[in-house]
């Protein structure tokens, strides 16, 4: 069965660094999203996007965020300058179509010190 | 801020016997609701969902309810069973929502016992 695949599992970098999240969403689908769930707390949406743009943002989601798909097959998420209530774990999911029903990756936990 | 509220962090019934699962919101412009569940080292994965011009859903053992007058929904399964064990979101949209956001609860882990 087609899943939603990311990469790396863990990432710990430094207060101050540039990290990237790394996806690859089901192969037809169109549509992709970011959420992220902070330890103890709820999964939150950080953003949606469809035909190379973004269609939804969240206030979280500020200049320090930033999404790609920079090939058929990638979705990424850049924190430019990743802080301490960054380290949270990064869920990417997709659907075939705009729906409410979406396939998630196993996500990505971000550590950062 | 919480629109979705999931009061019990955590559940434990005996296996065969019924799971119900509450969730409350609180924002009247919510028109869609889902059900996820997740197992550990995973992600989410979407369960069973309800449009607010239903009260009910079902799907197998999976039962959603929908009481828009309380803004409450829970979810019943019948007959639980150990492979149940994990964690359940409840999910709302709001039509709104052009981008398809999903607002999640903090989640209740479901125990099923032998």
């Known amino acids: 069965e087609p899943e939603v695949t990311q990469t790396p599992s863990h990432q710990v970098t430094q207060m101050g660094q540039e990290v990237i999240l790394r996806c690859v969403p089901i192969s037809n689908h169109l549509y992709f999203y970011w959420y992220r769930q902070i330890l103890g707390q709820k999964v939150e949406f950080l953003v949606s996007?469809?035909?190379?743009?973004?269609?939804?943002k969240s206030e979280i989601f500020d200049d320090q965020f930033s999404v790609e798909r920079p090939d058929g097959s990638n979705f990424t998420l850049k924190i430019r300058s990743t802080k301490l209530e960054d380290s949270a774990m990064y869920f990417c999911?997709?659907?075939?179509?705009?729906?409410?029903?979406?396939?998630f990756g196993p996500g990505t936990r971000l550590t950062v010190t | 801020d919480q629109q979705v509220k999931q009061n019990s962090p955590s559940l434990s019934v005996q296996e065969g016997r019924i799971s119900i699962l509450n969730c409350d919101y609180t924002n009247s412009m919510f028109d869609y609701f889902l059900w996820y569940k997740k197992y550990p080292a995973e992600g989410p994965t979407f369960l069973i969902s309800?449009?607010?011009?239903?009260d009910k859903n079902e799907d197998g053992r999976f039962t959603v309810f929908l009481n828009k007058s309380a803004k409450h929904l829970s979810l019943h399964i019948v007959p639980s069973q150990p492979g149940d064990s994990a964690v359940y979101f409840c999910?709302?949209?709001?039509?709104?929502?052009?981008?398809?956001?999903?607002?999640f609860g903090k989640g209740t882990s479901l125990l099923v016992t032998p």
């Open positions: 999911a997709s659907t075939l179509s705009g729906s409410y029903e979406q396939y």
């Open positions: 996007f469809y035909n190379n743009e973004i269609s939804e």
């Open positions: 999910a709302a949209s709001a039509p709104l929502n052009s981008g398809y956001a999903l607002n």
């Open positions: 309800i449009s607010s011009i239903k």
